[in-house]
């Protein structure tokens, strides 16, 4: 686009995102300006809490724990997002804000998606807080009526310190005496309804909340400052990254995988997430390897029964635990070391990595196996989730497993309940661009204006019919090209287009030439490029100069091609008779990157 059509569409989509980032300001403002509570600064028995951890705290940890308890100490409600991979110790962090909250007499509410995660983390709160008066309730389905009523009765009381709980936690007849800090772990499995049911709990409390992958929506307000943000990158000691496998299903490649594990004395997760047929997909294991002993446990399991099957495989009674996706949150059994994922093409990425993240939980060497049905064609979401987790495989890939999740489904609706939203129309770079653009002119900040350079050059660039013919698959490759902004973003663009779709005809050649020529144009103050008959004129910003010694450089290299123009700004004329397009093309790639010192002078 020109440089006015390119202003008016900026206006237009602006206008559209002004209305909601208005009303993002305003929550936000809401918060900065309740009076939130102020803890004091550490106790004795703070310092004596973290020094009894028994593992020695990696810096990432220490970082966020000091981040998260200066927040605390604010008097402004704290809303912090503890990014972390599995297995990295969120849990420790969280347990130091939740005892320095609980010191000043303050309740603390600690919500977890699953069960058996609630049933763990409440077993981890008593061991690491024996010894100091600190009562603690569990709220899931695995307590009986009277349990539950006896706990909610008593945190209404103010007897309860920590409560741990499932969706329980958000009924209407869960009542706090003075709730001061909110705890979510697995964020990205509770819904934007559940959280903010909580947040009304209490307006003016602390929020912190736990995610390996946080959902889009999440990790977008944090990336564009809506929400603070801590992560934690050091890997653990004595771990190994687990081996990632993405096949086809067969019967001999989930055959040998479990023995692989059985003979070493380990055990193996075998994720089948239909509960309708997941005993009959327990006999086809059992039949497979007639010798191993295969447990089931799924959702819809009454409570003792699931309690018991899991206790038994946490005691080894169980070789293979067929189950479904109830494992996926904060499982932790440091002997089960291979899963196998069947039908895996179903599943969301951060799903994906969170099962892969049950296992690889000691030192022994992990593998992970994600399939899918036999001659089966993915969908293009599902290819590109399939090939995200298998890239992904090195320590502390959870942030860049959310970061490409954002990229694949869009970030959302920021305020309201879907997933998907304005971002999928206007690509995710425009989007952030225009989000940051409104929310500092909204905050009175300056702005400074993008410099957009138009180019118009009689030069076929563009994808045709032939080579991507699906339009929401040519329309996500033009948005990839528009987001080029530097040679390297070129050359990976143009790798994934040859690798999807097969070499690239001359006129998509032409269109990826052009973007790089775009992106040199934005960093060497070239405001336009033209095209008048056998003529390309080259105009750089006003208040620029072009340097003789560069001008008379490129004269004697295209031998009297280039002319210095005449007008306000300044200008070269390139006369481009008799040239290819594509020799057009690589002289004015060359001729931009050589004015270099135009973008010096834009700068100062």
């Known amino acids: 686009l020109g440089g006015s059509e390119w202003q008016k569409v900026k206006s237009r989509v602006k206008e559209s995102i002004q209305r909601m980032a208005i009303e993002l300001l305003r929550l936000e403002a809401i918060r900065e300006s309740q009076p939130g509570y102020g803890f004091s600064k550490d106790t004795v028995w703070q310092k ?22 200066g927040d605390m100490e604010r008097a402004r409600p704290m809303d912090r997002l503890l990014c972390g991979d599995v297995g990295y110790g969120k849990t420790e ?46 709220l899931n389905r695995f307590c009986t009526p009277s349990e539950q009523e006896a706990v909610i009765e008593a945190l209404t009381r103010g007897e309860v310190d920590v409560v741990i709980g499932t969706h329980r936690l958000l009924s209407e007849d869960v009542r706090f005496k003075d709730l001061g800090l909110l705890v979510v772990d697995e964020e990205q499995r509770f819904g934007v309804g559940h959280k903010e049911r909580v947040k009304l709990l209490r307006q003016n409390m602390d929020v912190l909340t736990l995610s390996a992958t946080p959902i889009p929506r999440t990790l977008h307000m944090s990336l564009v400052g809506m929400r603070d943000m801590s992560t934690i990158e050091t890997p653990p000691e004595d771990r190994f990254p687990v081996q990632t496998y993405v096949a086809e299903y067969s019967d001999a490649l989930v055959r040998d995988a479990i023995y692989r594990e059985t003979s070493r004395g380990g055990q193996c997760y075998y994720l089948f997430n239909r509960v309708a047929t997941i005993e009959k997909a327990a006999s086809r294991l059992q039949a497979l390897a007639p010798d191993i002993r295969v447990g089931v446990a799924h959702g819809q399991m009454r409570e003792d029964q699931l309690e018991s099957i899991m206790v038994a495989f ?168 528009m987001a080029i902004r530097d040679t390297a973003g070129a050359a990976d663009v143009e790798e994934e287009l040859a690798d999807r779709y097969g070499n690239l005809p001359r006129p998509v050649q032409n269109l990826l030439a052009i973007a790089r020529i775009k992106s040199l144009c934005r960093q060497n103050g070239i405001n336009s490029i033209s095209q008048q008959k056998d003529r390309v004129i080259i105009k750089a910003w006003p208040g620029t100069r072009l340097p003789p010694d560069r001008l008379m450089a490129l004269q004697r290299k295209y031998k009297g091609r280039v002319t210095p123009g005449t007008g306000k700004s300044p200008s070269i004329t390139f006369r481009v008779s008799g040239m290819r397009p594509e020799e057009v093309l690589d002289a004015l790639e060359d001729m931009i990157a050589s004015l270099e010192l135009l973008a010096t002078a834009i700068t100062k």
Do not use: W
């Open 48 to 69: 004596e809490f973290e020094d009894a951890f028994k593992y020695e705290e990696t810096p990432d940890q220490l970082k966020a724990a000091a981040e998260i308890k």
């Open 93 to 138: 962090v969280a347990l130091r804000a939740v005892f320095k909250a609980v010191m000043e007499s303050k309740q603390v509410a600690v919500l977890v998606p699953t069960t058996i995660l609630a049933q763990q983390h409440y077993n981890t709160f008593r061991e690491r807080f024996a010894g100091y008066p600190i009562r603690i309730g569990l």
């Open 314 to 481: 946490l005691d080894g009674e169980y070789d293979v635990l067929c189950c479904t996706t109830i494992i996926e949150s904060g499982l932790d059994i440091p002997n089960v070391n291979t899963i196998i994922v069947e039908e895996s093409d179903h599943l969301g990425l951060a799903q994906l990595y969170q099962l892969r993240g049950r296992v690889g939980r000691s030192n022994r060497l992990a593998y992970a196996y994600f399939l899918y049905r036999r001659d089966k064609v993915l969908t293009e979401v599902a290819e590109k989730r399939l090939s995200a987790i298998r890239e992904f495989t090195e320590f502390g890939s959870g942030l860049k497993i959310a970061l490409r999740d954002l990229e694949i489904r869009g970030a959302g609706n920021i305020l309201g309940p879907e997933q998907h939203g304005f971002i999928v129309s206007v690509g995710f770079d425009l989007y952030c661009q225009l989000l940051e653009e409104t929310i500092k002119e909204l905050k009175g900040e300056k702005v400074d204006p993008q410099p957009e350079p138009s180019i118009e050059l009689a030069i076929d660039a563009y994808i045709s019919d032939g080579y991507i013919f699906d339009p929401k698959l040519k329309i996500e490759a033009y948005q990839r090209i």
